[in-house]
T-cell receptor, first 112, second 113 residues
Framework: DAGVIQSPRHEVTEMGQEVTLRCKPI?????LFWYRQTMMRGLELLIYFNNNVPIDDSGMPEDRFSAKMPNASFSTLKIQPSEPRDSAVYFC??????????FGPGTRLTVL | SQQGEEDPQALSIQEGENATMNCSYK?????LQWYRQNSGRGLVHLIL?????REKHSGRLRVTLDTSKKSSSLLITASRAADTASYFC?????????????FGKGTLLTVNP
């Protein structure tokens, strides 16, 4: 298996622009997680899905952030409008329904 | 607030030495996991220990869990330069979802050749 796939790997954008991050989980995994990692706050869970349904979005920082999972093999995290404080590495992870999570390589987002 | 807190924040050792990292947490848990992150990469799962277990081994890794003290330790024996990475503990909340993990800020391990 190719593992969790994220795109793009790097994104540089200007403040106010819309940013869309993409994730393809491992086939057969029922759970999908979005995390954000910064030096100051460490690794934070933003939202997670079970069978394409959002279960807990309490970590989504504000209304500018939204996440969707239209099918079992694809999820997006969208930031609109983006701000410099959104600069971070965003990770997607999937899990087969157990406790272990498999992380993608991350998307490094820089908002100027 | 962080559920798990690793200690020390940074550790530098020589190849062949053992490395011990500690994790403390605040609430009751079902499981505690350790993950490794190489620079610029995603996290990789190392080992999971359940709340009713006290010790677990996997290759050169040994994990202990003391639920009375709400703490865990990760021991890496006979370290190698390739073990250089950040190590994170992650806990769930027994009062909530097993799948909602909270990560500490990690221990940066440097193994010098």
């Amino acid at each position: 298996d190719a593992g969790v796939i994220q795109s793009p790997r790097h994104e540089v954008t200007e403040m106010g622009q819309e940013v869309t991050l993409r994730c393809k989980p491992i086939s057969g995994h029922d759970y999908l997680f979005w995390y954000r990692q910064t030096m100051m706050r460490g690794l934070e869970l933003l939202i997670y899905f079970n069978n394409n349904v959002p279960i807990d979005d309490s970590g989504m920082p504000e209304d500018r952030f939204s996440a969707k999972m239209p099918n079992a093999s694809f999820s997006t995290l969208k930031i609109q409008p983006s701000e410099p404080r959104d600069s971070a590495v965003y990770f997607c992870a999937s899990s087969p329904g157990g406790d272990t999570q498999y992380f993608g390589p991350g998307t490094r987002l820089t908002v100027l | 607030s962080q559920q798990g807190e690793e200690d020390p924040q940074a550790l530098s050792i020589q190849e062949g030495e053992n490395a011990t990292m500690n994790c403390s947490y605040k609430t009751s848990i079902n499981n505690l996991q350790w993950y490794r992150q190489n620079s610029g990469r995603g996290l990789v799962h190392l080992i999971l220990i359940r709340s009713n277990e006290r010790e677990k081994h996997s290759g050169r890794l040994r994990v202990t869990l003391d639920t009375s003290k709400k703490s865990s330790s990760l021991l890496i024996t006979a370290s190698r330069a390739a073990d250089t990475a950040s190590y994170f503990c992650a806990t769930d909340d027994s009062g909530g979802s097993n799948y909602k993990l909270t990560f500490g800020k990690g221990t940066l391990l440097t193994v010098n050749p």
